[in-house]
């Protein structure tokens, strides 16, 4: 059968779907990406926020069209949406045939041949029709329903928490340019963070055997990746879960001496498990991307109580100062939430002296979502939507600013950067990064002044800046 696969959400979720597209493909399905012409449709969900939710809800509506234009017969419904609302999915669109959550990527074969649903076909008897879902909202009264992100009050997930991880035999079919893949180091979280649910629909931390993961850099290396990007709830957590002090460190030291690999990349570390032998060995090992990720969430003390995070704006004051010491020339990545119940505007004052005091090269800013499930719940959502905007638009502007003036200073500076592909807005452009920079979720690098036919994707090469546009930079290549 010919399947059709769409991931939506972060990078782990992407991994899992690589994962599933390999099970697939190894069972001797066929892959297709025109979901017209796919026997078998999977939307593989995300649900961390609002928006992310909506986009799943909305992903699998368009989808289950398809059971009635298209040539598709089974809809499988996979991922953090499927964990944490399947009973409401299965009752409100019956043209899905099948529902997996997190803990049950391996399935995948079975649900694609699985008998067909007792809905029968979109569109047929027997079938329900696809009406637009009707949601409760944070602030409605109960009965009050509309359009909102939320399938229901209640959380429907099973009763235990996965416990799956792939390993370096589990066959995936990558899905990113041949040149860079995510590995997946551990999976799950053991932190209990008001706004987050991830604990619940990801289960609790567990570390993959050094081994797996060299296994697997090794075969990747062998393919062509040249940049490999190491994710997990907290990455660097790695090990402690399985009491081995220091497993992250070694384990970066050995993926060093992997033969083909260009950039080692971290992504989500956290501030309470950043130790001194990991900075040590970014700062030692050549390629190590001297790249830090830290979510810290907020600045403001307070806040970070109410947030159940750790830390105070002076301990991370002393933990940024710490990194910048031990690994010269570090780019440093945040995230931060605005409009967590409670937040003033002397929070958010505090919040913007903090961007500005520390200069990180990247950050992203998400408003608070109020997710059931989770402690936040329990607190009064009382930042108004518009509010929250705001906040994440003075931010954002803040840091636009500061990264601008930063990047007109780096005119005339070597640097080495990967060819990712063409520009998508100019035939003799293309585009790619420096190691400070992460795919997707960071600015990129336009290469002018160029063959553009002399490069491949996953060339590294040498270039001068010359200019740039607020985040991104303009570079032309150096004989």
Known sequence: MKIGLISLGC????????????????????????????????????????????????????????????????????????????????????EIDAVLGTG????????????????????????????PLRFFGAHDAPGTQHSAQAPSTQHSARSTLPTYIYDADTPRLLATPRHYAYVKIAEGCDYKCAFCIIPTLRGQYRSRPADSILT????????????????????????????????????????NTVDGLEWIRLLYLYPTTIDEDTLATIAECDKLCKYIDLPLQHASNAVLKRMKRPGTRQSYDQLLGRIRQRVPGVALRTTFIVGFPGETDADMQELSAFVGDHAFDHIGVFTYSHEEGTSAFELNDDVPARVKKARRSSVM???????????????????RMVIDGPSPDHDLVLKGRLSSQAPDIDASVYLTDCDPSSFRPGDFIEVAITGNREYDLIARPLA
């Open 11 to 94: 990078p782990k979720n992407l991994v899992d779907s690589e994962v599933m597209l390999g099970l697939a493909q190894n069972a001797g399905h066929d892959l297709t990406n025109d979901p017209t012409a796919a026997d078998v449709l999977v939307v593989n969900t995300c649900a961390f926020i609002d928006s992310a939710k909506q986009e799943s809800i909305d992903t699998i509506l368009e989808m289950a069209q398809h059971k009635k234009e298209g040539a598709c017969r089974r809809l499988i419904v996979t991922g953090c949406l499927a964990e944490r609302y399947r009973d409401e999915l299965k009752a409100q669109i019956p």
């Open 104 to 131: 049950e990527v391996p399935e995948i074969v079975g649900a694609i041949a699985g008998p067909p649903s007792r809905h029968g076909r979109f569109g047929e008897p027997g079938s329900g029709s696809v009406a």
């Open 216 to 255: 697997e850099a090794r075969a990747l290396a062998a393919r062509g990746v040249k940049e490999l990007l190491l994710i997990s709830q907290d990455t660097t957590f790695y090990g402690i879960d399985q009491r081995e002090r220091g497993a992250l460190a070694r384990l970066l030291r050995q993926l």
């Open 397 to 415: 502007g803040l840091q636009k600013r500061l990264v601008s003036k930063r990047q007109r200073a780096r005119v005339g500076e070597r640097a």
